[in-house]
């Protein structure tokens, strides 16, 4: 257990030295918890999915203490997408299918939010167009998804590869739209909830959902992870 420890202190303390993303300061403790347990990373990817599924239904119920939860556990599903691959790294079980599963789970919980949060935004004000601006969000996230099936080499070796600094401002926006954005989206949604307005999350998702495919186009941007 003493070389086992050592492995997790040297493979999670690294995101501790950084502020960005937000998300990696969190992670690490719950990885050196579940670590010396009997659970593998797609066991972990199941647990995240079911945390976004969850916070997708309780956004859906649109009251206010219901949405507050739903952005808890919509944390909940993103640090535990951080563990998973901590954790896969970390007893070297990283595997083609894990990256699947991962990118799968992504696009459920992405579209499941936005459908969540557009309901509940109808059923409380009674207007149709927020469940619009939500299918609009979730198109856009299906599309990423689609698009990332059809490029399974960049996921592969997301971390195979260390990342280059992004040049430009075209690089840099891409950069910012696609990673340290999306990484710590969590927390948008939650300070947002906390002050119940996290339904003006759907207008800028129906459009930034498909901006943020777009930007997959931008040349040299898939280069750039968090």
């Known amino acids: 257990m003493p070389n086992q420890r050592q492995d997790i202190e040297q493979s999670t303390q690294e ?10 300061n969190l992670s690490p403790a719950l990885t050196q ?3 010396p347990l009997p659970i593998g990373p797609n066991l972990i990817t199941s647990g995240s999915l079911l945390a976004g599924i969850a916070a997708a239904w309780a956004l859906a119920l649109g009251l206010r203490h219901w949405i507050l939860t739903g952005a808890v556990l919509f944390l909940v599903c993103y640090v535990l997408d951080n563990v998973d691959g901590e954790i896969a790294r970390i007893k070297d079980q990283c595997t083609s299918f894990g990256a699947q599963y991962d990118t799968f789970v992504d696009w459920m919980v992405n579209a499941a939010f ?7 935004a109808m059923a409380r004000s009674g207007n149709e167009i927020w469940l619009w601006f939500a299918g609009s969000a979730a198109i856009g996230a299906t599309i990423n998804y689609l698009i990332s099936l059809s490029d399974r080499s960049e996921e592969d070796n997301a971390d195979a590869t260390p990342a280059p600094r992004p040049q430009g401002i075209a690089q840099w926006s891409a950069f910012v739209l696609r990673e340290m954005f999306r990484a710590d989206f969590c927390f948008i949604v939650l300070v947002l909830a906390l002050f119940d307005v996290v339904h003006f999350l759907l207008p800028a998702g129906a459009i930034g959902a498909h901006a943020f495919w777009m930007a997959r186009f931008v040349r040299g941007a898939r280069k750039f992870h968090v």
Do not use: N, Q
């Open 114 to 120: 936005f459908i969540g949060l557009g309901w509940g």
């Open 33 to 35: 918890l579940l670590l």
């Open 15 to 24: 995101p501790e030295r950084t502020l960005f993303p937000l998300i990696r």
